[in-house]
């Protein structure tokens, strides 16, 4: 797919130009929203209640770019996290997936995930075909590339919104809007199941929902983290880098000669329609299958010593990196996207209510099985602590699930939208 030309700077020449001031910027800002979002009391404690931290990690390096203190499309930052940083987030994220525990969790929590992965799936074809005919500008053009990130991001987390931006080329500013109505529309929804939370015990006995396995796996958790989790030590912490980026270098390595290999198949075969040519894409595949292949392995017992926060740094540095490269004005250009992504939510919304009610599920395996889609490792947590704090490993469970997933769900939603497109 032929690449997006860029928007140009505000400014014609950014103030700061120096990739290492750059980047120690963009660290002291990163840890800055951090530290605020951190704090128990006080005023930082009430402006996060209302301000995700995630927005402000794009939000702030897009202002920097905005009013000129940066060019972020002069930058190598951004290359170099996305080539390096975001394939060994996807190793670290997904490297902790435990199949047999997902199993344990009963085939209702897997049907009310899937669920959810299929509802997000169903839910950009409605709202792009609801969209195309209200309000066909709105999803004109290249707006489906957008909507695949915004699938992955849905199906899985950032990493896989940011893997998609590469595989399907979609402009920064767009990729910006589409991050904006990502924010807003999610964390509505999450807010929305933390009120059905608090209403859970009145709507299973609606449903005759049998929540017993809630309170077994809710001792069998509180088990498991009494074994496992620790303080890291050097050597952990080494051998968790050498697992991301050894896995990373090994991506890139096979990367070259798979797509070689692809683009000396017949061009009739229209292989570069599915991105297969493109080496990123394969890229992201290898490292994703790493990390679903080491799961399988003592690898999967770093989990207990931060490997997924170790993979989060990188994925936030990743995100800072994008959020330079917007241009914030373009969020203005349209705002019929934010109607398209509520009738993309209460689509999967629908979905996911309706097979609750018939398989009868309790509305902690809804609840949590949207979040872990919609919201991802970050926000799944707090959905399943609103039932009983030791729940709060499932919403990250199914959450690393989502993130082995997101990149392929989102990739076909892609296709999808880019056939409708056409």
């Known amino acids: 797919m ?10 014609a020449a950014a103030v700061i130009t120096h990739d290492a001031v750059v980047l120690g910027l963009l660290a002291a800002t990163l840890g ?17 209640s209302y301000v995700p931290s995630l927005l402000l990690c794009y939000l702030l390096p897009a202002l920097y770019h905005s009013f000129g203190l940066i060019d972020g499309h002069a930058s190598r930052l951004y290359p170099v996290a996305r080539d390096y940083l975001l394939p060994a987030a996807l190793v670290l994220l997904t490297v902790s997936v435990d199949l047999s525990a997902i199993r344990r969790l009963g085939p209702k929590a897997l049907v009310m995930f899937l669920t959810g992965t299929l509802g997000v799936m169903l839910g950009a074809v409605v709202s792009f075909l609801t969209l195309r005919l209200v309000h066909p500008s709105t999803v ?56 059905l939370a608090g209403r859970a015990k009145d709507i299973d006995r609606w449903t005759g929902a049998d929540t017993s396995v809630i309170d077994d796996l809710r001792r069998r958790i509180e088990s498991y983290q009494a074994e496992h989790t620790r303080l890291p030590g ?14 990373t270098g090994l991506a890139h390595f096979l990367a070259g000669p798979i797509t070689g290999w692809i683009r000396g198949l017949p061009a009739s075969w229209r292989l570069q329609d599915y991105s297969l040519t493109a080496t990123f894409f394969w890229v992201v595949l290898v490292a994703t299958a790493a990390g679903l292949l080491l799961s399988a392995t003592p690898a999967r017992k770093l989990e207990g010593v931060g490997a997924s926060r170790l993979g989060s740094v990188m994925l936030y540095f990743l995100v800072a990196t994008i959020g330079m490269q917007m241009d914030l004005r373009g969020l203005l250009d349209r705002p019929f996207l934010f109607a398209l992504g509520a009738i993309w939510i209460c689509t999967h919304g629908a979905l996911m209510l309706l097979v609750a009610r018939l398989i009868r599920a309790p509305v902690f395996f809804m609840a949590v099985g ?5 919201g991802g490792a970050a926000s799944a947590p707090i959905v399943a602590s609103a039932f009983h704090p ?27 939208l880019q056939r409708l497109a056409a």
């Open 2 to 11: 032929p690449a997006l030309s860029l928007p140009s700077p505000c400014f």
């Open 32 to 48: 800055f929203i951090f530290w605020g979002s951190a704090q128990p009391t006080g005023f930082w404690r009430r402006f996060y």
């Open 140 to 195: 004109a053009g290249e707006v489906w590339r957008g909507m695949a990130t915004l699938a992955g991001s849905w199906i899985g987390g950032g990493a896989n919104q940011a893997a998609l931006k590469e595989v399907f080329q979609a402009d920064a500013t767009l990729f910006g809007q589409f991050v904006a109505v990502d924010v807003l529309v999610a964390n509505l929804w999450m807010a929305f199941l933390l009120i």
């Open 234 to 247: 050097l050597s952990d912490l080494m051998l968790i880098l050498g697992i991301g980026l050894g896995a």
């Open 370 to 374: 949207s979040q872990a889609n919609i």
């Open 390 to 416: 030791a729940l709060a490993p499932v919403g990250v469970l199914l959450a690393v699930l989502g993130y082995a997933l997101g990149t392929y769900g989102g990739y076909l939603v892609g296709l999808i």
